[in-house]
């Protein structure tokens, strides 16, 4: 009988502490919804530290701004130096070929600028030190 009675006084205070709870919720909620929270001094005490948490906001928001700034303009610069690199290797193909003997002598009688291929090799001339 006496176990009964304690658990019906313990359930008792936990209908209570939750109605409580209940109350605190909506009071807050009220005090919230009519700007009383604003006023009170345990707010006030906190302001420093939200004004912190607002600059620390800001400061993270600035930062994730310039580092898209910057990854946009990365990969715009990367897609350049692809485009560049491909026209590098395309330019000195052409003037590898263009420096062949053979395409150098059809340019030569294409233009008729009047040059003629030598016959015979080249020689080397020394000069003597006197």
């Not at 420093?48 to 948490?53: D, N, S």
């Not at 990854?71 to 590898?96: F, H, P």
């Not at 053979?102 to 291929?117: H, M, P, R």
Request: proline share 2%.
């Amino acid at each position: 009988m006496e176990k009964e009675q304690k658990t019906k006084i313990n359930n008792d205070i936990d209908i209570d502490v939750e109605k409580e709870k209940k109350e605190h919720k909506v009071k807050i909620l009220k005090n919230f919804i009519t700007g009383n929270i604003l006023v009170q001094s345990n707010l006030l005490k906190q302001i420093p530290y939200l004004l912190f948490l607002v600059f620390l906001g800001i400061v993270y928001i600035t930062n994730r701004y310039n580092f898209e700034k910057f990854y946009k303009k990365l990969n715009v610069l990367e897609e350049e130096v692809k485009n560049l690199r491909s026209e590098q290797i395309t330019t000195s193909a052409k003037l590898m070929n263009l420096s062949r003997r053979s395409s150098v002598v059809n340019l030569i009688e294409k233009y008729n600028i009047g040059l003629v291929e030598p016959e015979e090799t080249p020689k080397i001339i020394i000069k003597d030190k006197k």
